[in-house]
């Protein structure tokens, strides 16, 4: 590879620690597919198995569920954004919208806390039954994905802030931008999979 | 050479006796000495393979017999060399293409066979299947016959040359139930139901257990099967009809408490109030035993009885 | 909690231990203290980020382990030697097989084969370390905390007694209270994170750091089934790590998915826990079958017949693995079509398998072999392993598995397959590349005396345990009864047969550092690969130039064409990353949270977990670039190598 | 390197609307259509299986100059395992037992 193809990459591949943290996290993604894979096949194995408690159908709003989906949906898009400008080298551009991002992880989360919270008090918890331990540990793994993704965003706000793009931290960033498009890949599936289903059955 | 293949040839020999006291020495083997249909269409079936899988070993052994004496470093040897060899389209291919024909001659009879053991054997009288509800529970087992309306503990009898439908659950961990001599086993889960055929052709007194691991008692879960001609299990259905007390509730209640016990026959069956295979009936013995299931035996070889439950029959 | 609760207490095999433990971690901490060795312990071992060391690592714990786990295997043959035995009781026998087998699958096997990879894959492509050597310290760590932690349970707390497999639900909250059953689940988790980051760390470090000209399909044997495993890794213990969860959260917060209760279903644990299983079962013998390869072409002097098969052969058996997981529950009752699919999925996997086995024979017709200690390791394996082969596809005839299910020809099946497969391969590679490690080759004669004690002993041992299994006696029962009665004691004594050739193998570690001859060169046995053509000892850096490379026998043809892998004129700095305290400190840390957790203890393992976010934070500021070693230093330590 | 990325990312705009159109023709078909179950679960599965490939194309670059093949790949090998898994375990756990 010649000299001017290896400058015309972004700047979070041109070093080969950089192109293989990302190439390793693409492989951890894989794995991740996995384990979620492993969640979704406990709870459609476990689905119907409510015993004394609620179904589904009689819970679910199809607001929130709604709601959360397009909050999720937008902070995907503006960490987008935020990879975009980084790539321009608009420091401004991409503090903003990750900042964007954070607040908007940071409510898909509260909604996520007042849902449990909700179904709870109407007599579905994690010791209720089959059927809702595998949808609290379904949602909960994912949102405790979100948790640690917004950990690490703030982290990463702060190095960004400390030493501006370099090579170093925008392939830090470019992979948490993947892990977090990746969560809302994950939540697709889970509104499709764990919502409208439940809705629709 | 030819000194050496000579005395290959005396090798394959021995080997070839020790191949036939070995086959005979088998049919003393539990699996490979059936007692009925069931058992004897998987004795076949093992039968079957292990000519495909003789064959095999004997293939694999002594190509490796040759290899190894034959290409040896060792001085004044004289067999060629050829350290580029780095393969062979056709041999390769070969060698692909049997194991796939092997594969497949092993995989048509086994599905049919899978099928088969799903019915009741091919029947032999004309009365359909006899049931026979075998629940497994910490470390016993009840065999309810629902239409004679009585229930056996870690006993079972059976009239031969009539198929026996089981349908297995367990109250508490998951078991299995195995009789070699009649089949192979399925496993008792609670909140399931599994059905395992089996059919005694011959008359006698074969061992069942629970082959599946389940705590401290594992080992002493076994039972006896009388398997008797049909006028026989007819005097010993009526016979326990009339002399053996009912089962009540609080006492079989009392029985699913962990730990081992004897033989015993009832009038009655457990049926009547809980059928374990249900998701309802599932934490039955959970809910009642929960602080006993924590209790260890201490259970030690030889102590507390000999070898599972003893050989006199309660209720008789 | 009453402190007689805590530590296992009425047990005299236990005090026995308990006394054991406290004399050898006295001795250990007395020796370090007398020699003033603390400092070089940490220094050099606790806190580098060197595979080669790493490597070395894991293999002394997986021979530690194989020597405990071994002793509950001897243990237990006692106990079945006689139908009257009372040398264990039904619940100290139940830890023992659990124990045992935990421990040779995941805290020997495992480790043994990945302190292989560790060693030779980054040596075997020419690469100066893996990808992340920093998460490898980590992997390595929190292995090792797993196996203490699981290994703790011995003499705190009680022992897992619910079998390997674990099922529930026995091994639940109610049949299973104990802390025992915590042990199991949070050593293997706390391991399996560590297996999982290993896993994609030979992805990358394959992927990206082969040397020049290395495609992949010049790839040497064992750096291939090193890449099929990882990726086999990175897709099976997810699976694991969901199930261990799912069951830690049914015990410790009350939940329902495997329980009696609440409508849970018992049985979804063995499905998940042998959708892992079953490519786990690949895991622990694609690399052995690596080995074999390797070994078999160096001292066949030959090239490997039908290197590209053997690959594709690799590839195909990976993908298969997941795709047979039912056959271990064949009795389960899933009905015939189920059972049929998976019958048939089961057999395929024994054409690719045939074929490897067909082609080593090939690599041996036309070779010159020379039967060194480790090719007698290869050799042994090839019958061996074929007995446990076909008997695999015979318990892949669902049918027939009725009848073999839980009974001992399951477990001869297995132990032919994974000693005859695994452990002989984790002896062969051991033999094979220990001149690379240690500097001196291990004593031939005594070699051959253990191998011939452990060789003849696995037979005496199992080959019986086929025809008990056809006579009803089924797996995990703690006393036998007259009728299985020549067999087992005959089995006993192979068992000890393989004791005693296990302990010649480490007394042949001990003589050999005594009294072995250091090598000269680093090409200990006219090898073929690219570790030969490093110096022994092998400096940290690896190679001082990158070699290029042109066939799947770099090295091999390199010395053919009288080439040389040193190029003195080419020499430049290399960088290395610098040794770091953190991997250990933060997989101590998890040590602690899970253990708190065992006991649940929940606000101390919480402070445990935050504990180790802090590690994480501390360790994403840390901008640490590592360090160069110049031109002048490398050609030194070549020049004294190479006895230039 | 200012050429690489634009001003307006036209792909994640076109990506964003496109999702939250799918997000909603789903809805749709799950809460407010007429159409048979079978139909419903198959038409927003399917949906989804669009989306997450938006994310993965036109947000996550998964094919991007100088990656190599691995990421593709291996997510290509993950979508297969996360349909062995859910599939093969409904197929044993449920199927078999109907």
């Given amino acids: 590879m010649n000299a001017s193809e290896e400058n015309s990459k972004p700047l979070e591949y041109q070093t080969e620690q950089g192109q293989m943290n990302i190439v390793g996290f693409w492989i951890f993604l894989a794995a991740e597919m996995a384990l979620f894979g492993t969640l979704f096949a406990t709870y459609a194995v476990l689905f119907g198995r409510t015993a004394d408690s609620p179904a589904p159908g009689e819970l679910f709003e199809p607001g929130i569920a709604i709601v959360m989906t397009l909050i999720l949906l937008t902070s995907s898009f503006t960490g987008g954004l935020a990879i975009n400008d980084m790539r321009r080298g608009s420091v401004k551009g991409m503090m903003t919208w990750l900042l964007i991002t954070l607040a908007l992880g940071l409510t898909f989360l509260g909604f996520e806390i007042y849902e449990f919270y909700h179904y709870a008090t109407e007599g579905a918890t994690l010791q209720s039954s089959a059927y809702w331990s595998a949808f609290f540990v379904l949602t909960g793994t994912h949102g405790l994905h979100v948790t640690f993704g917004i950990g690490w965003l703030i982290l990463l706000l702060i190095q960004l802030a400390k030493r501006g793009i370099t090579s170093v931290t925008s392939n830090k960033l470019f992979i948490f931008g993947l892990y977090w498009h990746y969560l809302d890949v994950i939540w697709i599936f889970i509104f499709t999979g764990v919502y409208l289903l439940g809705m629709v059955i | 050479m030819r000194h050496r293949l000579k005395h290959l040839n005396k090798w394959v020999a021995f080997m070839l006796i020790g191949l036939t006291l070995l086959l005979s020495g088998c049919s003393e083997l539990t699996v490979l000495d059936p007692k009925g249909p069931v058992a004897e269409s998987q004795r076949d079936l093992i039968l079957y393979a292990l000519i495909f899988m003789l064959g095999i070993v004997v293939v694999v052994f002594t190509l490796f017999t040759i290899m190894v004496v034959k290409y040896r470093d060792k001085p004044n040897r004289k067999a060629e060399y050829k350290p580029d060899l780095h393969g062979n389209r056709k041999l390769e291919t070969i060698w692909t293409i049997i194991p796939v024909m092997i594969v497949t001659a092993l995989s048509i009879p086994t599905i049919s066979t899978i099928f088969d053991l799903e019915k009741p054997p091919e029947p032999s009288a004309e009365q359909g299947p006899l049931v026979i509800h075998a629940t497994a529970a910490d470390w016993k087992w009840f065999f309810s016959y629902p239409e004679q309306g009585i229930e056996t503990v870690n006993y079972l009898h059976i009239p031969t040359d009539r198929a026996i439908e089981f349908r297995l659950s367990s109250a508490d961990s998951m078991q299995a139930l195995w009789i070699p001599a009649l089949g192979g086993q399925k496993y008792n889960m609670a909140g399931m139901h599994t059905t395992l055929y089996l059919q005694a052709d011959e008359p006698g007194v074969y061992q069942g257990r629970n082959s599946n691991f389940n705590g401290e008692g594992f080992a002493e879960q076994t039972f006896k099967v009388h398997a008797e001609n049909s006028s026989d299990f007819q005097d010993w259905v009526e016979s326990t009809q009339n002399t053996a007390p009912e089962l009540t509730q609080d006492q079989y209640d009392a029985l699913l408490e962990p730990g081992i016990v004897d033989t015993m026959a009832f009038s009655s069956t457990h049926l009547e109030w809980v059928d374990h295979g249900t998701k309802e009936g599932m934490d039955y013995s959970i809910e009642r035993h929960r602080a006993e299931f924590a209790e260890q035996l201490h259970l030690e070889n030889g102590e507390n009885h000999e070898h599972g439950p003893s050989e006199k029959e309660g209720g008789q | ?644 | 390197m200012e050429k690489q990325s634009k001003k307006l990312p036209i792909k994640h705009i076109i990506g964003y609307v496109t999702s939250v159109i799918l997000t909603f023709v789903a809805i749709w078909a799950a809460l407010g259509s007429n159409l048979p179950v079978m139909w419903i679960i198959i038409s927003i599965f399917l949906l989804a299986i669009i989306q997450a490939a938006i994310q993965l194309f036109l947000f996550m670059h998964l094919i991007e100059r100088g990656m190599g093949n691995a990421p593709w790949n291996m997510m290509f090998h993950g979508t297969i395992i996360f349909a062995i898994l859910i599939a093969g375990s409904l197929f044993t756990m449920s199927f078999g037992f109907m």
């Fill in chain 3, 1 to 644: 909690m009453q402190l007689d609760e805590f530590f296992v207490t009425g047990e005299p095999l236990i005090y026995a231990g308990m006394v054991a433990i406290t004399l050898v971690t006295g001795a250990i901490i007395f020796l370090l203290t007398y020699f003033k060795k603390w400092k070089w312990l940490w220094r050099e071992w606790l806190t580098t980020v060197d595979h080669k060391k790493i490597g070395i690592m894991y293999i002394l714990s997986a021979l530690a382990m194989l020597f405990r786990a071994g002793t509950d295997a001897l243990m237990m043959r006692t106990q079945l030697a006689f139908p009257d035995m009372n040398f264990l009781n039904a619940q100290h026998y139940n830890e023992i097989f659990t124990t045992h087998g935990t421990i040779m699958i995941f805290f020997m096997a495992m480790p043994f084969l990945i302190g292989l990879m560790n060693i030779v894959v980054p040596l075997q492509i020419g690469a100066r370390d893996f990808a992340f050597p920093y998460v490898n310290a980590l992997s390595f760590w929190s292995f090792f905390f797993g196996a203490m932690l699981f290994n703790v349970s011995f003499v705190i707390g009680g022992a897992p007694d619910a079998g390997w497999t674990s099922y529930t639900p026995l091994a639940g909250d109610v049949m299973s209270p104990d802390p025992g059953q915590n042990f199991y689940l949070l050593a293997l988790q706390l391991s399996g994170i560590g297996t999982l980051a290993t896993g994609i760390n030979l992805m990358v470090t394959i992927l990206k750091m082969r040397a020049p000209g290395m495609t992949m399909f010049k790839m040497p044997i064992f750096t291939w089934s090193t890449f099929i495993t990882s990726f086999i890794i990175v897709f099976a213990f997810p699976i694991l790590t969901v199930a261990l969860a799912l069951m830690t959260i049914d015990r410790i917060f009350g939940s329902h998915f495997f329980t009696l209760a609440g409508e849970g279903l018992p049985m979804m644990w063995a499905n998940l826990f042998w959708m892992w299983g079953h490519p786990e079962v690949y895991i622990v013998i694609l690399p052995a079958f690596g080995i074999f390869s390797e070994v078999i072409a160096t001292f066949a002097k030959k090239q490997l017949f039908g290197y590209t098969v053997m690959v594709w052969s690799i590839i195909i058996i990976a993908g298969l693995s997941f795709l047979v997981w039912v056959h271990h529950f064949f009795t389960m009752g899933a009905g015939a079509f189920v059972n049929s699919i998976f019958s048939v999925t089961t057999m395929a996997i024994a054409v690719p398998t045939g074929v490897k086995i067909f082609n080593w024979l090939a690599t041996l017709y036309k070779s010159r072999i020379r039967t060194t200690t480790a090719m007698m390791w290869a050799l042994a394996f090839i019958p061996s392993f074929t007995i446990g082969g076909i008997t695999g596809v015979m318990l892949g005839m669902a049918a027939a598995d009725y009848q073999f299910h839980n009974s001992y020809f399951l477990i001869a099946h297995f132990h032919y397959v994974l000693i005859a497969g695994t452990v002989f391969g984790c002896f062969a590679g051991l033999v094979y590349w220990y001149p690379k490690m240690f500097g001196h080759k291990l004593n031939e004669r005594i070699g051959k005396w253990s191998f011939w004690l452990f060789v003849i002993g696995f037979h005496i041992t199992f080959l019986p345990q086929y025809f008990l299994g056809l006579d009803g006696m089924p797996r995990r029962v703690f006393h036998i009864v007259p009728e299985w009665l020549p067999l087992n004691p005959i089995s006993t004594v192979g068992a000890f047969s393989m004791g005693l050739g296990f302990a010649v193998f480490v007394y042949n570690i001990y003589y050999s550092y005594r009294h072995s001859e250091r090598e000269q060169t680093g090409d200990s046995w006219d090898g073929r690969t690219l570790e030969w053509a490093t110096p022994t000892p092998v400096p940290e850096y690896n190679f001082a130039v990158v070699p290029h490379v042109t066939s799947h026998d770099a090295y091999w043809n390199m010395k053919q064409k009288g080439e040389t892998v040193y190029d003195e004129s080419k020499v430049e700095p290399i960088h290395m990353p610098n040794s770091t305290g953190q991997p250990f400190i933060m997989s101590a840390i998890m040590f602690f949270a899970c253990f708190a957790l065992v006991f649940e203890w929940i606000w101390l393992a919480v402070a445990g977990l935050i504990g180790t976010i802090v590690m994480m934070i501390i360790r994403s500021f840390d901008y640490n670039k590592g360090h160069h070693i110049d031109a002048d230093e490398i050609k030194r330590t070549e020049r004294s190598a190479r006895g230039l």
